[in-house]
């Protein structure tokens, strides 16, 4: 089964600063997609970007960028010019097929603070 | 677009009653749907997925007689916790996949904070 592991529980940040937040899965499949998804105090679960991993070319949504590695099985998420509003918890996320059927694969999850 | 409703977003009831939460689909059709639980501080864990029209496919360890799962339209899914004990106290979402052209993904609802008293 894929895994997904998020190495940091906790990151803070400038407000204005860069952040990376890391994330690496274990997958023997070669095409599939990758997630991130923040979830506010509110608790709604937000995308915040995708990727599509047959795409070399690294998906970028206004402030938020990805490093995605394939071959290391890396999905780094970079959050650029960070604002309060982007404090929040972080999950990674993977979609798993199998035998017709998906799932998504979630991380543990990063929680981000931004520092005013 | 593509906007997931979950009723009701909190819910209080007595140990040994049924509670039944709904996850709509507005904007679109929701061939499969997911429910997770989450415990307060962690990750979201898969309860079960279901697909319109069959039966719901539940993980491992996930009761399906005390989680029942419906999903008899497009539209609408629900949940029925069923003789709920304290033990049920948690914050349930519901997800629905989306398949469209470009808008590969998944969409949650807002969740349902359920209290078992």
């Known amino acids: 089964a894929q895994t997904v592991t998020q190495s940091q529980p906790e990151m803070s940040v400038q407000e204005a600063e860069t952040v990376t937040l890391s994330c690496t899965y274990d997958t023997s499949e070669s095409d599939y997609y990758l997630f991130w998804y923040k979830q506010p105090p509110s608790r709604q679960m937000i995308l915040v970007i995708r990727q599509e991993a047959y795409k070399q070319q690294n998906a970028t949504e206004n402030r938020f960028s990805v490093n995605f590695q394939k071959a290391a099985k890396s999905f780094s998420l970079k959050i650029s010019d960070s604002q309060l509003g982007d404090a929040a918890m972080y999950f990674c996320a993977y979609r798993q097929t199998q035998g017709g059927s998906e799932k998504l694969v979630f991380g543990k999850g990063t929680k981000l603070t931004v520092n005013p | 677009g593509a906007v997931v409703s979950q009723h009701p977003s909190r819910v209080i009831c007595k140990s040994g009653t049924s509670v039944k939460i709904e996850c709509r689909s507005l904007d679109f059709q929701a061939t499969t749907m997911f429910w997770y639980r989450q415990f307060p501080k962690q990750s979201l864990m898969l309860m079960a997925t279901?697909?319109?029209?069959?039966?719901?496919?539940?993980e491992q360890g996930v009761e399906k007689d005390k989680f029942l799962i419906n999903h008899a339209s497009l539209t609408l899914s629900t949940l029925t916790v069923t003789s709920a004990h304290p033990e049920d106290s948690s914050f349930y979402i519901c997800s629905a996949a989306l398949t469209g052209e470009g808008n590969y993904g998944y969409t949650f609802g807002s969740g349902t904070r359920l209290t078992v008293v």
């Open positions: 279901s697909n319109e029209g069959s039966k719901a496919t539940y």
